[in-house]
């Protein structure tokens, strides 16, 4: 029996932990590469006139997202019009009414499988059902539902964190006081959630916007020369755009399809800067 | 050499500070050759003090406890002792720790060393959710590299100083959550053994036990101390009075008193000890 | 003696709390139910449009054929092998995983036991970024800033299944990093305190204690990526190529499962002509894929939980 070197283990374990700094090194230098890149490529495209032209596959210089952006706020503006009541009513009733039985545990169980579902399967429904079967064509209607039911999920599951990070004082104090379940839980516990729910609501925003193939699949144009009309009006989506683009050569489309990032990330960005802000404000506003 | 307390006279009531109760500890014995020497060591989270300046030295082959009310430091001196408190960030410790005579703060000292010679057993039993072997053989297999032989003679033998190996050793290669409580903590035991360390600090290690196991881990007690130093933190004077050779008394982080065991619970030099002694606090 | 003890216990009972009930809360409760079972009549539908259509698929073509064909020629020679569909799927995702899992972890383990507050301040942000970022952005990445270097340090074809591999790999960093630092930190202090305790280093602790303690916590979040890596479209559809042959040259062109399927759908389909069903062969067989991957998560996850909670 040999005792081991002391300094062979610390050694080994300096090479090692080089070697755990190796995976995020590599995570933070592909998220600044990623930046850079498309950045550097977008430069020359971004003006203000890449939000007002339309997009054509002739000229670069000319090309735009106007009708893809309009396109992209009817489509995710209708999501969260379906999916966040849903979504948020599912919620809170898995969380608060459900109760322990087979019922309660298999939805429970349909919702955290439908998150993992892939985008291009709910595509593929979208395609199926609200297009073929109901016949509502490529529309801003049926982008809108195939989109519900993808987000629908993660507000049924960030509703739930949300409810859950209530603290239990607020509903001992409500029963208590011999409020009824729904009392309790409209003034007292969806309020003290609101910071949560909101975040649910961004989540499900920043998805809808940005996700390409469910759209891709069901039909969304490639260009458009007109502005989206309503929820019955052929549309195009921001990021099926950008992919549109994507396809054209590199040398010249290449910086016209990183300016539509710019634009999207653009868009998230604000988004999330507004989640923010509202829920500093909401979260000030309790004691 | 005696140093004695401030003259009962002098002393008021309990709105006094422990600063003005204790001007010195009370340390009634000299202790030659310490396993452990620790010189005004202070350990401090944060801002907040946990010890301070405790001059203690522990000595070999003999238990030693350490007494006091709860939140009065004794967990934090004994985890300094093998240097546990480093895993804990906002830990300050000064003053010097002696391990069989090197400063065991001292600048090149790697506290990996110092842990296989000085053993912590916890409160709550925490074997590995590995075989009983596995659990043994991990400590044996990270200090020394051995043959598989080797390694059977060592499970075997820690087992046996742990007073486990009757009970698992048709069990070796089941899961070691499996055990009683009491066989966990003897687990534990011989888990820490199997290195052969030179001293065993214990932290309350029956407290989560039956008075059965705890019987037994305490006769387990006068069989190591042979062949080491044994310091325990109880919160159970009787236990002290059962095992201890020597017994420390602690309060508010500051030492009080150190005596032989005996001497300090029948006649003790400082009032905090007695009156700790005779429930009226704590 | 037992009547007193049952009228005692109905006084009990009647002494705790409850919900007061109106007549209202009824309504209350069917309605979030209704909401709630939307998500079941969601999957069934997914099921069912699925079924239905990969069904009629499967009566023009034997379904033995299309699983174990190697040839994919749906439009031209209208044979409808999907091997070379599932082998693309599966190097992709597989060798994204190859890339992810490890780094993921790595940084999982490093946030987890050596990392300083203030790099956590910095590294935790980054990777939250990252996880938000869409696919579309991923993939354009991949266009412009790995296909070249891939092309010009290995002769690969400017489109090909490395650029995939490298950029999903990529995309699953965070996933698998927050996920396995979840598991890590699930395990109990005193495991880790004992292992230090008998003279371990921070990495033998971590290697030989935390890690095979969390074991099915981080096996979960493994099987969670690949699952993402399968399922994954706009990269593969942006870089990968075309190419429906069978071929496991990373270098080459290939393409997966989903990305066959978006692709397809851009151009003309009529509806009942068999390059349609194909489709829906195929989304029916990329939904059974994934979702007996996330069953297997959960199941090995349920295992963890019941460990350490």
């Known amino acids: ?287 | ?282 | 003696m037992g009547r007193e003890t049952a009228r005692a216990r109905k006084v009990l009972a009647s002494l705790e709390p409850k919900w007061v009930w109106e007549r209202g809360e009824t309504l209350v409760r069917v309605v979030l139910f209704l909401a709630a079972a939307f998500a079941v009549l969601v999957t069934l539908a997914i099921f069912l449009a699925l079924i239905f259509d990969a069904v009629a698929f499967f009566e023009v073509v034997n379904p033995i054929d299309f699983y174990t064909g190697t040839v994919w020629s749906p439009d031209i020679r209208e044979v409808f092998g999907v091997l070379p569909l599932l082998a693309g799927t599966l190097i992709i995702a597989g060798g994204a995983c190859l890339i992810g899992i490890p780094l993921g972890l790595s940084a999982a383990i490093y946030l987890r036991e050596y990392a300083p507050a203030r790099v956590r301040e910095v590294v935790k942000p980054v990777l939250e970024v990252l996880a938000g970022i869409p696919t579309i952005v991923y993939g354009l990445f991949a266009l412009l800033a790995v296909a070249p270097l891939l092309r010009v340090w290995f002769g690969a074809s400017f489109f090909n299944g490395a650029n995939a591999i490298i950029v999903i790999g990529i995309l699953i960093i965070p996933l698998v990093s927050s996920l396995s630092e979840d598991a890590l930190t699930a395990v109990p202090v005193d495991l880790r305190d004992g292992a230090l305790a008998l003279g371990a280093t921070k990495l033998e602790a971590t290697t030989r204690v935390l890690l095979p303690a969390a074991l099915s916590g981080v096996g979960s979040s493994f099987i969670l990526a690949f699952s993402r890596a399968v399922g994954e479209t706009m990269i593969v559809l942006i870089v990968a190529g075309q190419n429906t042959d069978l071929t496991f040259n990373i270098f080459g062109q290939m393409t997966t499962l989903a990305g066959w399927a978006a692709k397809r759908t851009t151009g003309d389909v009529a509806v009942g002509e068999t390059v349609y069903l194909a489709l829906f062969a195929v989304g029916f067989t990329l939904f059974v894929v994934t979702l007996l991957l996330n069953l297997a998560s959960d199941a090995l996850r349920a295992r963890f939980r019941e460990a350490y909670e």
């Open chain 1, 1 to 287: 029996m040999k005792p081991r070197s002391i300094a062979v283990r610390r050694m080994t374990e300096r090479v090692y932990v080089a070697g755990f700094l190796v995976g995020i090194g590599i995570a933070l230098l592909a998220l600044i590469v990623l930046l850079a890149s498309i950045l550097i490529t977008a430069w020359p495209r971004l003006s203000p006139a890449i939000l007002f032209n339309y997009s054509n596959a002739r000229d670069p210089a000319t090309a735009g997202y106007a009708a893809a952006i309009v396109g992209t706020l009817w489509v995710v503006g209708l999501t969260l019009l379906f999916s966040l009541p849903l979504g948020i009513a599912a919620g809170v009733y898995l969380e608060e009414y459900a109760g322990k039985g087979r019922v309660s545990r298999i939805l429970q169980a349909a919702v955290t499988n439908l998150a993992g579902v892939p985008s291009v399967v709910f595509g593929l429904l979208g395609l199926a059902v609200f297009v073929r079967f109901f016949g509502l064509g490529p529309i801003v209607l049926a982008g809108a539902l195939t989109l519900t039911m993808l987000v629908f999920p993660y507000v049924v599951i960030t509703t739930q964190e949300a409810i859950r990070a209530v603290p239990s004082s607020i509903r001992d104090a409500a029963l208590a006081l011999g409020s009824t379940k729904w009392q309790a839980i409209r003034r007292q516990i969806l309020p003290a959630a609101s910071p949560g729910l909101l975040t649910a609501a961004i989540l499900a925003a920043a998805r809808a916007m940005g996700e390409t193939a469910p759209l891709l699949v069901i039909g969304a144009l490639f260009l458009q020369t007109f502005i989206p009309y309503g929820p019955e009006s052929p549309f195009i989506a921001l990021p099926v755009l950008i992919y549109a683009y994507t396809i054209l050569p590199v040398d010249q489309w290449g910086g016209v399809a990183a300016a539509g990032i710019v634009v999207l990330l653009g868009l998230l960005f604000s988004i999330n800067a507004v989640a923010i802000i509202v829920r500093n404000r909401l979260q000030r506003q309790r004691w």
């Open chain 2, 1 to 282: 050499m005696r140093l004695l307390v401030k003259e009962r006279k002098e002393r008021e009531t309990a709105s006094e500070t422990v600063e003005d109760l204790v001007v010195r500890p009370s340390v009634a014995v000299e202790v030659e050759y310490p396993a452990i020497e620790s010189r005004d060591l202070s350990v401090a989270y944060g801002r907040k003090p946990a010890i301070r300046e405790i001059s203690l030295r522990i000595p070999r082959n003999q238990t030693t406890a350490i007494i006091g009310p709860s939140g009065c430091g004794k967990s934090t001196y004994l985890r300094a002792i093998n240097r546990m408190n480093d895993t804990i960030p906002t830990a300050r410790t000064t003053g010097q720790l002696f391990v069989d005579g090197e400063d065991v703060y001292g600048p090149d000292v790697d506290p990996v060393l110092l842990r296989r010679k000085v053993g912590l057993i916890f409160q709550k039993p925490n074997p590995f959710p590995k075989t009983v072997y596995k659990n043994i053989a991990f400590g044996v297999n990270i200090h020394f590299r051995t043959t598989p032989e080797e390694m059977d003679t060592i499970v075997e033998s820690a087992l046996r100083q742990a007073n486990l190996w009757d009970e698992v050793k048709d069990r070796l290669q089941e899961s070691a959550l499996g055990l009683s409580g009491g066989q966990q903590q003897r687990l534990c035991i011989a888990r820490a053994l199997a290195i052969q360390p030179e001293a065993l600090l214990m932290d309350e290690p029956c407290s989560a036990l039956d008075p059965v196991a705890t019987a037994r881990i305490e006769d387990l007690m006068f069989e190591l101390k042979k062949e080491m130093a044994i310091v325990i933190v109880t919160h159970n004077m009787q236990q002290a009075a059962r095992v201890a050779d020597y017994t420390a008394f602690m309060y508010l982080g500051r030492l009080v008193e150190f005596n032989r065991t005996r001497e300090l619970f029948e006649r003790p030099q400082a009032d905090l000890t007695e009156n700790y002694i005779t429930g009226r606090f704590g």
